[in-house]
Each structure stands twice: as structure tokens, then as C-alpha cells.
């Protein structure tokens, strides 16, 4: 069974910076399109960030110039670099497996598995 564990949330200023991690278990990520999506009250998830099996990366205008994606293969773990961040920043922070090699034209409901969530809290 796939396992997806977040973790990395927490409370900063604004400008700060955080990393979140996702560690699965059960397939590799290196195989598949992976992404971060973002929720908050009231509103529809949102794409963040994602990857695909092949290296190419997909990231929100939103987050552009201020958000990796990146996979370590190894540790099995997708990873999303948050620089910069701003109080809209504010979200449940999810990440996401897709059984597909490339994220292209995917959108979240074509994602499997899901993490429980970690919370990001910018404050300004």
C-alpha cells in the first residue's frame, strides 16, 4: 500500500523560507508524477508544484521564482523549496501521486494517494 507523510510545516514571518518533505513508501517516486497542492478554508485545492518521472517540473504562477520541486530519489522523499514566502502563502500543504510518468494536462483529481497534510503558516 503507497504511504505519503508530509512533514516540514510550521509557522514563519514573512520572507522567511521552509522546506516540506514527503516520504513514501510503497512505490517510487522517481517512477511517477508527484505534486503539492495547497488548501485553504472556503477555496478549491490548488495545484502548487509538480514533477514527473523524467525530470520536468510544473509550478503555479503563483509560486514561480519562489518555489522548487525536487525529488531525491534515494530517499524515496519529494521535497518542496518555499523561499520568499508570503502571508497568501497561508494553506494546508499537500502532496500528491499521480500513476502516471508525466504531469502534463493532470490535474488533482488524477491524483491517487494523498498525504494527511502539513499546515503552513505565514505570518506578516
Known amino acids: 500500500q503507497v504511504q505519503l507523510v508530509e512533514s516540514g510545516g510550521g509557522s514563519v514571518q514573512a520572507g522567511g523560507s521552509l522546506r516540506l518533505a514527503c516520504a513514501a513508501s510503497?512505490?517510487?517516486?522517481?517512477?511517477?508524477?508527484m505534486g503539492w497542492f495547497r488548501q485553504v478554508p472556503t477555496k478549491e485545492r490548488e495545484g502548487v508544484a509538480s514533477?514527473?518521472?523524467?525530470?520536468?517540473?510544473y509550478n503555479a504562477d503563483s509560486v514561480k521564482g519562489r518555489f522548487t520541486i525536487s525529488k531525491d530519489n534515494a530517499k524515496n522523499t519529494l521535497y518542496l523549496q518555499m523561499n520568499s514566502l508570503k502571508p497568501e502563502d497561508t494553506a494546508m500543504y499537500y502532496c500528491?501521486?499521480?500513476?502516471?510518468?508525466?504531469?502534463?494536462?493532470?490535474?488533482?483529481?488524477?491524483?491517487?494517494?494523498w498525504g494527511q497534510g502539513t499546515q503552513v503558516t505565514v505570518s506578516s
Open positions: 514533477m514527473g518521472a523524467y525530470g520536468f517540473t
Open positions: 510503497g512505490a517510487p517516486v522517481s517512477n511517477y508524477c
Open positions: 500528491a501521486a499521480d500513476w502516471h510518468p508525466y504531469c502534463s494536462g493532470r490535474s488533482a483529481r488524477d491524483f491517487a494517494v
